[in-house]
């Protein structure tokens, strides 16, 4: 299978797809990957480091060319093969695209895949590696234009909608695995696992990693937008919640194609971004420990609206590219529904959108009619839903390996 990886500056692709080789290589699999970048600066050694986008246009899309035509020969070196590039380019040269048609159309790649993740994270990477000659809203723009153009792209070259969007995740998180603790909703020492991660996966996996390499590897398996509340529940007020969120998330991701919207989860900046501001501070630090971004106050205030806007956006794309939505409703204090109007909505759009609809509902009270009417079915826990996935031959049965 040939897979064209687009995204924005500062994601460490290559990183990502090194991510997906060696979950390849672990199952044994050959997957070539052609880096357009590194390819380019190979073959013009007398560009410095990051000036590439500094050559007259004309010198670039030569460049370009070139380069691509040494891709298209290594097409046949082996059963799978990533082409890392950009679909735009935005420069002194203004927005301009970074692929030919008529090399694309020769490639015919089956997946075209663009990258996202956090823009605190992208921010980071950028001045990480010295480049600061960006704004915060630079960076949204960006990656709404690379979205946008990979999938023109995968439309016009295929014909048919082969395009998707998958987030990087952060280095060194873990991979999904079952649930050792029997206390845990993801728990059933009745079903074993249909699939169980390789040694080296959990080093190194990043969510979108793995999505992306059964999408290349086992096209045929089910693809799952995973939904549950996300911004109005916080460790202080409902723990029990989130940890059963998080058991729910593992599950799923054991078993299907997982696209999950808490993977790039950039609402978590506007409210430091707000406390800041009433505190007058003109930066504020956010992201993991040993790898803070230090951030502008005003430009994150100056994109929340983006923020908000492609929340909105995103989410409704990662549920028309799936098979089905699997939705999850936590309980809380006095058996409470932990329903966010966000989940409502996105069980809306994918029964208007003709997808199976999945509910497990943790909650002592019935579930709404508005809830049920747009469900395919109602479970009662997170192990009823997987037996049923089983008992339906939506999952195949269970094997102990990662990609059966």
Request: proline residues 6%; contains cysteine; charged residues 25%.
């Amino acid at each position: 299978m040939k897979v064209v990886v687009t995204g924005q500056v500062g994601l460490d692709k290559a990183a990502f797809i090194r991510g997906v080789i060696e979950i390849a290589t672990a199952e044994g699999h050959q997957v070539v990957a052609c880096n357009v970048g590194e390819m380019m600066y190979a073959e013009a050694p007398d560009v410095a480091p990051g000036r590439i986008l500094d050559m007259s246009l004309g010198r670039l899309t030569s460049l370009r060319r070139s380069v691509f035509k040494d891709i298209l020969r290594t097409c046949g070196s082996g059963p799978h093969l990533i082409v890392n590039t950009h679909a735009t380019f935005r420069w002194k040269h203004g927005l301009f695209y970074a692929f030919d048609y008529d090399q694309m159309k020769q490639l015919d790649a089956d997946l075209y895949v663009s990258i996202v993740d956090n823009i605190d994270r992208v921010h980071y990477r950028l001045r990480r590696d010295g480049h600061a000659d960006h704004t915060l809203k630079d960076l949204m723009v960006w990656r709404e234009e690379e979205i946008l153009a990979t999938e023109l792209l995968a439309q016009i070259v295929r014909g048919h909608g082969r395009f998707f969007i998958c987030s990087r995740g952060r280095d060194g998180q873990p991979a999904a695995a079952g649930s050792s603790n029997p206390d845990d909703p993801g728990f059933d020492a009745s079903q074993p696992a249909c699939q169980s991660p390789p040694a080296g996966l959990a080093r190194m996996a990043m969510p979108g990693a793995a999505a992306l390499a059964r999408l290349m590897l086992h096209p045929d398996m089910k693809k799952a937008y995973l939904s549950y509340p996300m911004s109005h529940l916080s460790e202080e007020v409902a723990p029990e919640a989130l940890a059963d969120i998080e058991a729910f998330r593992r599950e799923m991701k054991r078993h299907f194609i997982c696209f999950d919207p808490g993977d790039v989860d950039e609402k978590e900046l506007c409210g430091p971004a707000l406390k800041a501001a009433e505190e007058g501070r003109r930066t504020m630090e956010f992201g993991p420990p040993g790898e803070l971004a230090v951030l502008d106050t005003s430009q994150v205030l100056d994109i929340i609206p983006d923020i908000d806007g492609q929340i909105y956006a995103r989410d409704f794309k990662l549920i028309d590219q799936s098979d089905m939505i699997v939705s999850f409703v936590p309980e809380l204090d006095g058996g409470r529904p932990g329903l966010s109007s966000g989940v409502e909505r996105e069980l809306q759009h994918a029964h208007e959108a003709t997808k199976d609809v999945y509910l497990i509902w943790r909650p002592a009270v019935a579930p709404s009619p508005f809830v049920t009417e747009t469900a395919t079915r109602v479970f009662r826990s997170v192990q009823e839903a997987i037996a049923f996935f089983v008992n339906e031959r939506i999952l195949p049965q269970p094997t102990g390996s990662l990609f059966a």
